[in-house]
């Protein structure tokens, strides 16, 4: 199968890209815009692959996505290209419309042109917002609260309305929170880690007990492989890990695995309309036979030392256009914090 990943050089794209490529009869061609999260280190192993192509460019551009899906023969199409930071889709909504929503019907209009077989929209947990109790089935009703949650239930809905109204086979998979190695360090998970490698101060938002169920991105990248091969077209998939925890035990995690001080910890302003859980009904994709491989524990701890023995790769990026955003969004913050728990 010949396949066109977006955003391959992201961090669950970067992943994906090399785990598609393990099945030898698969060919992958890579589409990435490469702003600020978008990273060719991720993918530095690759280069002179045989079955592997690079294209640099954005999906909002309708003419290089046509062109690319007829010159590389593309069969099927993994939307990973995404603006997938909570905060900083409440500084700037606007490019996440953009690229989320407007990006992600480029690539259905040339899917639909093309006669595509297959086309995976890799979709978040957040769509169905917060769930104080329970867990979000995929029939549920989406209920997004984040300009970034928002703009990506537009594009998981427009993606099924395809299905719907053209016959396209297309298939969502809505991932829970996702760490590991190469994720961009603003996310919770890398920015706790490097941060406390650098005895930095750790911003935890409000109370800390918002949860998130924590999915390791090797189980993560073999779902949406799976939902590829065998989902149903139409269908949406949920894959959690069931590893909910709040965000202060995972704190603690990391500072204990890295044996440093519950003093780096500030407890900072809140970030505005804060979903405090998520927590997804998987019994769906079960049925297809995907279960996570990783627990919590063990993927936290391999994660925590490809941080610690990449540190060239994390520190490249927390010394140029982050400490500008860093600043924007903890400066103030970290100011007025209280220390300690
Ligand atoms: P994040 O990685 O941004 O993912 P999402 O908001 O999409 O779930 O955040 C995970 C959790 O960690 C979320 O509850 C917000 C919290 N958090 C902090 O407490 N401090 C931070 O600096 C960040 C980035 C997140």
């Known amino acids: 199968m010949r396949i066109l990943v977006t955003g391959g050089a992201g961090f669950i794209g970067s ?10 009869e698969t060919h992958v061609v890579n589409l990435d815009a490469l702003r600020y999260s978008g990273n060719l280190d991720n993918l530095k192993d690759l280069d002179g692959h045989a079955r592997y192509r690079f294209v ?16 590389q023969r593309i069969e099927a199409i993994v939307n990973c290209a995404a603006e997938t930071h909570v905060d900083r889709s409440i500084v700037e909504p606007g490019g996440f419309v953009r690229t989320d929503v407007v990006g992600t019907s480029v690539l259905l209009e040339a899917a639909r042109t093309a006669g595509i077989r ?16 329970g867990r979000s089935k995929e029939s549920d009703p989406l209920a997004p609260r984040s ?4 703009s990506k239930a537009g594009a998981d809905l427009l993606a099924l309305s395809y299905f719907t ?9 809505r991932g829970s929170n996702t760490f590991g190695p190469n994720q961009y360090p603003e996310k919770f998970i890398p920015l706790f880690v490097t941060n406390a490698i650098e005895d930095q101060p750790l911003p935890l938002y409000g109370d800390g007990l918002q949860q998130r169920d924590w999915l390791y991105v090797q189980d993560h ?15 949406a998939y949920n894959l959690g890990a069931g590893e909910e925890r709040p965000n202060r035990e995972v704190t603690e995690a990391i500072l204990g695995l890295l044996g440093k001080s519950r003093s780096l ?56 256009e982050f400490r500008a955003y860093y600043e924007k969004m903890y400066g103030a913050r970290l100011r007025d914090a209280q220390g300690g728990r």
């Open 118 to 133: 297959r086309f995976v929209q890799v979709s978040t947990d957040e769509v169905y917002g917060d769930v104080p109790s």
């Open 56 to 71: 640099h460019g954005d999906i909002c551009d309708a003419a290089l996505v046509d062109r690319t899906v007829r010159e």
């Open 147 to 150: 300009p970034y949650s928002a």
């Open 221 to 235: 990248c073999e779902g949406i492989a799976l939902v590829l091969g065998k989902g149903e077209p139409g269908q």
């Open 15 to 24: 992943h994906l890209v090399r785990h598609l490529l393990a099945e030898r």
């Open 165 to 173: 109204t053209y016959g396209l086979p297309v298939l969502v998979t």
């Open 265 to 320: 910890v500030r407890h900072v302003t809140d970030r505005p309309g804060h979903d405090r859980r998520y927590a997804l009904d998987c019994g769906k994709i079960a049925t297809l036979g995907w279960t996570p491989r990783f627990s919590f524990g063990e993927a936290l701890k391999a994660t925590v030392a490809w941080y610690r023995d990449n540190a060239g790769w994390w520190q490249k990026i927390k010394s140029g």
